[in-house]
């Protein structure tokens, strides 16, 4: 075989013994920026699609995205973000990072959170609200942590309406025996 040659080449689809209908997945969503909300409500969305059992464990900052105050209201900051790109249509300055100063000017982080819902928004994703009804209509399984509540000074009521219930660590571990745990 010469350099220019190649061998054809196969997919290659890993058996994780998916045949029976007994997966689960928990995620844990720990942090409250909209950017770190979303890979986490995506893949649900993903893993119920595919008839997997869906867990959604939400502690510390994460609680924003279920408490009824912030939930509609998540930011997202540059600052501190290394991969910022420039919003896209800036010609050639789209393929380029954000300069790490600009992150911290006033105003960037309204500026950004209202580019990355547009972003979000274009591509017929729902907010973050929309989202968790979704999910939760689909068979999603919402827990908020009850270490974060009591430190948040909060009450189940407080809580987005769909949130099963409020539980300890140890619950957790019981919910999520077995499962594939995704922490974000």
């Given at each position: 075989?010469?350099?220019?040659?190649?061998?054809?080449?196969?997919?290659?689809?890993?058996?994780?013994?998916?045949?029976?209908?007994?997966?689960?997945?928990?995620?844990?969503c720990s942090?409250?920026?909209?950017?770190?909300?979303?890979?986490?409500?995506?893949?649900?969305?993903?893993?119920?699609?595919?008839?997997?059992?869906?867990?959604?464990?939400?502690?510390?900052?994460?609680?924003?995205?279920?408490?009824?105050?912030?939930?509609?209201?998540?930011?997202?900051?540059?600052?501190?973000?290394?991969?910022?790109?420039?919003?896209?249509?800036?010609?050639?300055?789209?393929?380029?990072?954000?300069?790490?100063?600009?992150?911290?000017?006033?105003?960037?982080?309204?500026m950004a959170?209202?580019?990355?819902?547009?972003?979000?928004?274009?591509?017929?994703?729902?907010?973050?609200?929309?989202?968790?009804?979704?999910?939760?209509?689909?068979?999603?399984?919402?827990?908020?942590?009850?270490?974060?509540?009591?430190?948040?000074?909060?009450?189940?009521?407080?809580?987005?309406?769909?949130?099963?219930?409020?539980?300890?660590?140890?619950?957790?571990?019981?919910?999520?025996?077995?499962?594939?745990?995704?922490?974000?």
């Amino acid at each position: 075989m010469t350099a220019t040659e190649t061998t054809p080449t196969t997919n290659v689809v890993p058996d994780f013994g998916d045949d029976d209908s007994d997966r689960k997945i928990c995620f844990i969503c720990s942090k409250g920026n909209l950017d770190m909300a979303y890979p986490a409500l995506i893949m649900a969305n993903g893993a119920l699609g595919e008839g997997i059992e869906t867990h959604i464990f939400f502690t510390f900052w994460g609680l924003d995205m279920i408490n009824k105050k912030t939930m509609d209201d998540l930011k997202f900051t540059p600052l501190g973000n290394a991969a910022m790109h420039m919003p896209p249509g800036m010609g050639k300055l789209s393929e380029k990072h954000m300069p790490q100063g600009m992150g911290g000017l006033p105003g960037m982080t309204s500026m950004a959170t209202k580019m990355l819902k547009k972003q979000i928004a274009d591509l017929d994703v729902p907010e973050v609200p929309e989202f968790l009804q979704m999910l939760a209509d689909m068979g999603a399984q919402l827990w908020a942590c009850q270490m974060s509540v009591d430190m948040m000074d909060l009450e189940q009521e407080d809580l987005f309406d769909e949130v099963i219930d409020v539980i300890n660590v140890s619950e957790f571990m019981e919910l999520s025996e077995g499962a594939q745990i995704v922490f974000v």
